[in-house]
């Protein structure tokens, strides 16, 4: 094994690193992974260009990334179900403590749970990292490294369908076209939605959005009233949905879900916006239209490995553009810019082999 443990590291507001750090040693109960595929997500765009997301404030230098996949190159004395060379997945979030929510299998609750580049934890976007073995999951062989790394946001689209009910028959809106109303789309379809509508800014992630898979694409402008594009959907897709997984955060696009929504159906909130947002509460309230949170997910590892396992599910199309871990900051200024869809970080030829 080699002494180069090349980081990204966020130092503070707009101050991001790469750096050498020393290689660590597994716990009893952890493995060392020489990483290989990791993706880059919003949060850590955000936490790059504002410092913080919501009470999640970086106070001392915190290595970035959480969408991972590696290698296994040593494994702790207690670890008995991975070996060296095995190719896992990582499952960015580990309960530190067996309390409430862990015994009633919502451990994405609690509150001290450990999760990969979440301030003051450290992430896996660097060249060796140690992860608890029970949160890292054996890829099959026809499953790539990308794809392991791309089950994070996969996992996010499964909890937001699993919240929502989305089933045979299903008739769904997804508010947003970037990577997680993506995946979400992906999902609602695997798991039975009939006719999926989806709704954007950009004309670009749209295309994409067919090309993934969605029945009907909705071009927003930031102008348009939420009312009138809740009609526009239920004209579209001939009724109004029975569920809408809203992905964008944004206030106006809430709204829309909210009205688009049929009575007695379901709004799932995905993505993150302001902490007061206005909202028809009333009108949700009356006409019995349930709105549910989603919080990242839980146990949602093994069906995603056998989504892609089985080709049920496509997640190769998310990646448009693709770096060297020496890339890294062009890599962030290319998601901060909004270009393409997914950014993907990977080691090096040399050291890991095929890299797709």
Known sequence: MDKDNLTVVLHSKGDLRLEQRPIPEPG??????????????????????????????????????????????????????????????????????????????HYNLSPSI????????????????????????????????????????????????????????????????GPIGLVSLLVAKAMGASQVIISDLSSDRLAKAKEMGADFLLHVKKEDEPKEM????????GCMPQISIECSGVQSSIQTAIYATRSGGVVVLVGLGAEMTTIPLLNAAVREVDIRGVFRYCNTWPVAISMLASKKVDVKPLVTHRFSLEQAVEAFETTRQGLGVKMCICGRTAALGTLW
């Not at 990791?38 to 915190?62: A, L």
């Not at 290698?71 to 309960?95: I, M, Q, W």
């Not at 809740?230 to 897709?237: D, F, S």
């Open 28 to 105: 009893p109960n952890e493995v060392l992974l020489q990483m290989h595929s990791v993706g880059i997500c919003g949060s850590d765009v955000h936490y790059w260009q504002n410092g913080r997301i919501g009470d999640f404030v970086v106070k001392q230098p915190m290595v970035l990334g959480h969408e991972a996949s590696g290698r296994v190159v040593k494994v702790g004395s207690a670890v008995t179900h991975l070996k060296a060379g095995d190719r896992v997945a990582v499952e960015p979030g580990v309960p530190r403590e067996v309390d409430e929510f862990f015994k009633s299998g």
């Open 114 to 177: 450990f999760f990969c580049a979440t301030p003051p934890d450290d992430g896996n976007l660097c060249r060796y990292y140690k992860h608890s073995a029970n949160f890292c999951y054996k890829l099959p062989d026809n499953v790539t490294y990308e794809e392991g790394a791309l089950i994070e946001p996969l996992s996010v689209g499964i909890h937001a369908c699993r919240r929502a009910g989305v089933t045979l028959g299903s008739s769904v809106f997804v508010c947003g076209a």
């Open 230 to 237: 809740a009609k526009k959907v239920e004209g579209m897709l």
